[in-house]
């Protein structure tokens, strides 16, 4: 069974950062697709950084220049750097992993963005 759990979310000061994990078991992880997403109150789901194996990235353009993907196949992890963050940047974040013609999700972790 795969299981992908987030953790490191919470609340942070407009121009702060967190760092936000995804921990994957049950899955062949280094050959995954791993992405976060993102969902704020309201609004549809979006992507925000997406990493395949080994390391080619891409980024939502909201995000590029603040926010670095990166991934740790032996600890079966990928990570989600956050800096610089705004307001605009709170929502419920969520890990995906891709692999073949499925996809799996985490819960979800909330980042709260506000002074």
């Known amino acids: 069974q795969v299981q992908l759990v987030e953790s490191g979310g919470g609340l942070v000061q407009p121009g702060g950062s967190l760092r936000l994990s995804c921990a994957a078991s049950g899955i062949a992880f280094s050959f995954a697709a791993m992405a976060w997403y993102r969902q704020a109150p309201g609004k549809q789901r979006e992507l925000v950084a997406a990493?395949?194996?080994?390391?080619?990235?891409n980024y939502a353009d909201s995000v590029k220049g603040r926010f670095t993907i990166s991934r740790d196949n032996a600890k079966k992890t990928v990570y989600l750097q956050m800096n610089s963050l705004k307001a605009d940047d709170t929502a419920d974040y969520y890990c995906?992993?891709?692999?073949?013609?499925?996809?799996?999700w985490g819960q979800g972790t909330q980042v709260t963005v506000s002074s």
């Open positions: 990493i395949t194996s080994p390391s080619t990235t």
């Open positions: 995906k992993a891709s692999l073949g013609s499925s996809d799996y």
